[in-house]
């Protein structure tokens, strides 16, 4: 299969941005191209297509696979593995997400309330210090907190609270206040 158009455009910009945000390039872009596919693809089609070796599309898919963004799928009479991901837009958002708040925002959290802990304990040496680790430490445990809420809610009434904001946005002052500078 021969990529063409904004198909082509599409699976080459995803590789350029997955590896903005800390992805490999051959991993966005396989996950693209099964996104846009009607039916699930063999490692093989998906080498074929996007011209890039057997190997690479093997690991790029483990990747996906543990990231639960794409499954196997079989196909009755026919041994090889098929593979696909959801096309449903939301709960790609929502796997990524679920996935990042694993990986990143809880081992941080942990870490996080360590050194908060650590840096209270020494308090005469380093009020600033700690002041500040607990100042971030709040921070990301009320958008864990907030996150933890929202993932609950079903994908229409995310859209609906999305809608909700930005209208509320237009209500309120322009200016934002701003903080001190770090």
């Known amino acids: 299969m021969e990529l063409a158009g904004a198909t082509r455009e599409f699976v080459l910009h995803w590789g350029e941005m997955g590896t903005r945000w800390g992805v490999n390039r051959t991993v ?17 089609e998906i080498a074929e297509t996007l011209s890039v070796a057997r190997s690479n599309v093997s690991n790029s898919l483990k990747e996906l696979q543990n990231w639960n963004l794409t499954h196997v799928a079989h196909r009755m009479g026919d041994r090889r593995d098929f593979f696909q991901t959801s096309h449903d837009v939301w ?9 990042r708040v694993e ?4 081992p941080t959290l942990a870490v996080l309330h360590r050194c908060a802990a650590e840096a209270q304990a020494g308090r005469a040496a380093q009020p600033e ?9 709040e921070f990301l445990q009320e958008m864990h907190d907030w996150y933890s809420e929202m993932k609950k809610l079903p994908p229409a009434t995310l859209r609906s609270l999305l809608r909700t904001g930005a209208g509320i946005t237009r209500l309120l002052p322009i200016s934002r206040k701003k903080g001190p500078k770090p």
């Open 103 to 106: 990986r990143e925002i809880e």
């Open 91 to 99: 709960e790609l958002f929502m796997t990524v997400i679920e996935q």
């Open 129 to 137: 210090t700690a002041a500040r680790i607990r100042s971030l430490t």
């Open 28 to 44: 966005a872009q396989v996950h693209a191209l099964l996104y846009l596919s009607s039916e699930p693809l063999t490692a093989e």
